[in-house]
């Protein structure tokens, strides 16, 4: 359908998994794309491989003066600023409470949460003088779900879900729609870099991801299918487009179902030991 003819959206995060995905959606719906990432020779070969419609530049979303840059790139280049894409992170990493490390939490929230601020800023500035944009925050049902990430990752991801809400609330006079899309369990690279595997190989592999997660997948989420970066992209798809234009400050959340609660074949055996035992406790002790 061509839904984005004319708009221009900057990903952050878009050399690999989620971010390339989207990249290449967008492009494939008419829009002009900026690949923003670390990693310069993934970066290249995938705008190339997009064509004149796309173009890559290096951007460590840490450092502020990256994000400036990376928006002033989009607007050098293709003139304006429909859409930005807050989807760059880091894989979750696991420490009890006793045990934290806080020069590591800080590092997950220069990432998660101080690098989607940092987006906001610099890109509402050039939204709101067009009178229109949207913006997308990459979450994570971490975010709204306990114990299933580590406390670093979900707390970022749980103040950035608040932060897209606070966002909306004030560029909404400006146009300006923000919204957060929140994964479940998808088949990317993070899942192989967390375990200790090569960036460039991880990326390589998702299959790696899609095996793990379906290990584990159906005591978790009530729809028994592995989330592919496809759908994360066809959901941003939706959040960039005027489809979804009197949407703002909401969350949408392309889980499988894992935060509406646990499977019922996960909870079956709890809720038959349930019923035995009152009836047992009822044939202990009759009325």
Partial sequence: M??????????????????ARTAEVFVNEGARVVIAGRRRERGDRLARALGDAASFICTDVTAEADVERMIAHAVDRFGRLDC????????????????????????????HLRAVLAGIKYAARVMAAQGSGSIINVTSV???????????????????????????????EKG??????????????????????????????????????SAILPRYQPLHRVIHTEDIAGAALFLASDASRMITGQDLVVDGGISCGWPIAAVRSDREVFFRTVQAARSAHPA
């Fill in 2 to 19: 061509m839904t984005l003819v004319g708009k221009v959206a900057v990903i952050t995060g878009s050399t690999s998994g989620i971010g």
């Fill in 176 to 213: 300006i729609r923000v919204n957060s899309l929140s994964p479940g369990m998808t088949a990317t690279g993070a899942f192989g870099k967390y375990v200790g595997m090569r960036p460039d190989e991880a990326d390589a592999h998702p299959e790696y991801a899609e095996a793990a997660i």
């Fill in 142 to 172: 971490n975010g709204t779900r306990a114990g299933l990430g580590g406390h670093y990752y979900s707390a970022a991801k749980a103040a950035a879900i608040h932060l897209t809400r606070c966002a909306a609330v004030e560029l909404g």
């Fill in 84 to 111: 930005l894409v807050n989807n760059a992170g880091r894989s979750s990493q696991y420490a009890t409470f006793t045990d934290v490390d806080l020069a590591q939490f800080d590092a997950v929230i220069a990432v």
